[in-house]
């Protein structure tokens, strides 16, 4: 279980106030999350036939495509289908 103390701590670095009541929400809704991270745990230890295994399934890098830069469309054509626009900006309801 995920205590007080450490929640306000997760708070204070990501610089978040919470209520009371907001604060009793997060500590359930977190135990929630660990628990559930908890049984997906307990259900692949010791069988690691039960966890995918990516490696197999990468592809090395000498089988990917050339990454080449190709132009992208003109603006023109881009806002072609926008009601109103000023510059590349669009506006909502007309200019």
Known sequence: M???DE???LANLA???FSDDEL???IKDMDDIIAF???INNSV???ADKIRNVSLSA???EECREDVVK???PNEKILSNVNASKGCFCVKGGI
């Open 2 to 4: 995920i205590t007080k």
């Open 7 to 9: 929640v306000l701590k």
């Open 15 to 17: 610089r978040l106030d």
């Open 24 to 26: 009793d929400k997060i």
């Open 37 to 39: 991270a908890d049984t």
């Open 45 to 47: 230890e010791g069988d």
């Open 59 to 61: 592809i090395p890098a």
């Open 71 to 73: 132009d992208s469309l």
